[in-house]
């Protein structure tokens, strides 16, 4: 009777403490997931390639528009020089 008493107060005591524990394990969790990290099973971070590369597509757009400008800047400058 007794040992049954003392192996359910047990069993109770090791169910506060987990119960403890997952509070403090979704913490753990959310500051992996800020540090990032894949081997800590945080959030992956964007690569270095990709950053570049999403930077190298940025230029070339903007040198194109700025050749498009240009472009329509000499047009207009010759069209004038015609009249």
Known sequence: ???????E???EEKKIE???NIGKEKEEDK?????GGKQDGGKKKK???KR???GEERENREREEGDE???G????MRERRER
């Open 69 to 71: 400008r240009e472009e």
């Open 52 to 54: 570049q590369k999403r």
């Open 9 to 11: 107060e047990e069993e």
């Open 1 to 7: 009777m007794k040992k049954k008493q003392e192996k």
């Open 18 to 20: 987990k119960e403890g």
């Open 31 to 35: 500051r992996k997931r800020r540090e």
């Open 73 to 76: 800047e000499e047009r207009e």
């Open 47 to 49: 690569g270095r390639r």
